[in-house]
T-cell receptor, first 115, second 113 residues
Framework: AQSVAQPEDQVNVAEGNPLTVKCTYSVSGNPYLFWYVQYPNRGLQFLLKYITGDNLVKGSYGFEAEFNKSQTSFHLKKPSALVSDSALYFC?????????????FGKGTRLSVIA | NAGVTQTPKFRILKIGQSMTLQCTQD?????MYWYRQDPGMGLKLIYY???????DKGEVPNGYNVSRSTTEDFPLRLELAAPSQTSVYFCASRMGGQGTEAFFGQGTRLTVV
């Protein structure tokens, strides 16, 4: 069965510093990986995805993520954090070897950027 | 485009009452989903649909029912509300193709007392 782990419940970073939000996954087929962000009292917004191709994918708001097949990871990164990046971040996976299965989400990581 | 629209935004139910959470999308997406979000637990899939007339259970379907009579609408029905169903409910949709991302509604915050 497919699964996602986000090992950190909370990540704190100073404004202007680089940030990383970690995600590891488990699927039997090819992984289709996604990052979403949730601001308070809002729905989830799509940030970026990895389907195939370059291991480094770029997304909205200056975020990027690196796919690492050997470590089964898809960490979200940003070179310089903003206070407005403070939100709840979700990693999700779909098993590409099992047809159009629904996304499976991690438990989320709360990012707090401190001015 | 309006995207995915959920109504109501907030609701308080008494134990044993029933209600329907509405979800509609105007993007002509075949795939639609209902998730619930509980603090620290991420999103759990309740039901999903791959097209009009087709629905399937997700991870946590007990206590819920769905129907998909049109491409646009995917209502979620709670027949006998229980305190364990207190949660935030999200509807999502996506077009066909394994690599497509899902679009989410704003959510319905439900409290059962």
């Amino acid at each position: 069965a497919q699964s996602v782990a986000q090992p950190e419940d909370q990540v704190n970073v100073a404004e202007g510093n680089p940030l990383t939000v970690k995600c590891t996954y488990s699927v039997s087929g090819n992984p289709y990986l996604f990052w979403y962000v949730q601001y308070p009292n809002r729905g989830l917004q799509f940030l970026l995805k990895y389907i195939t191709g370059d291991n480094l994918v770029k997304g909205s708001y200056g975020f990027e993520a690196e796919f690492n097949k050997s470590q089964t990871s898809f960490h979200l990164k940003k070179p310089s954090a903003l206070v407005s990046d403070s939100a709840l971040y979700f990693c999700a996976v779909r098993d590409g070897g099992k047809g159009n299965t629904p996304l499976v989400f991690g438990k989320g990581t709360r990012l707090s950027v401190i001015a | 485009n309006a995207g995915v629209t959920q109504t109501p935004k907030f609701r308080i139910l008494k134990i044993g009452q029933s209600m329907t959470l509405q979800c509609t999308q105007d993007m002509n997406h075949n795939y639609m989903y209902w998730y619930r979000q509980d603090p620290g637990m991420g999103l759990k899939l309740i039901y999903y649909s791959v097209g009009a007339g087709i629905t399937d259970k997700g991870e946590v379907p007990n206590g819920y029912n769905v129907s998909r009579s049109t491409t646009e609408d995917f209502p979620l029905r709670l027949e006998l509300a229980a305190p364990s169903q207190t949660s935030v409910y999200f509807c999502a949709s996506r077009m066909g193709g394994q690599g497509t991302e899902a679009f989410f509604g704003q959510g319905t915050r439900l409290t059962v007392v």
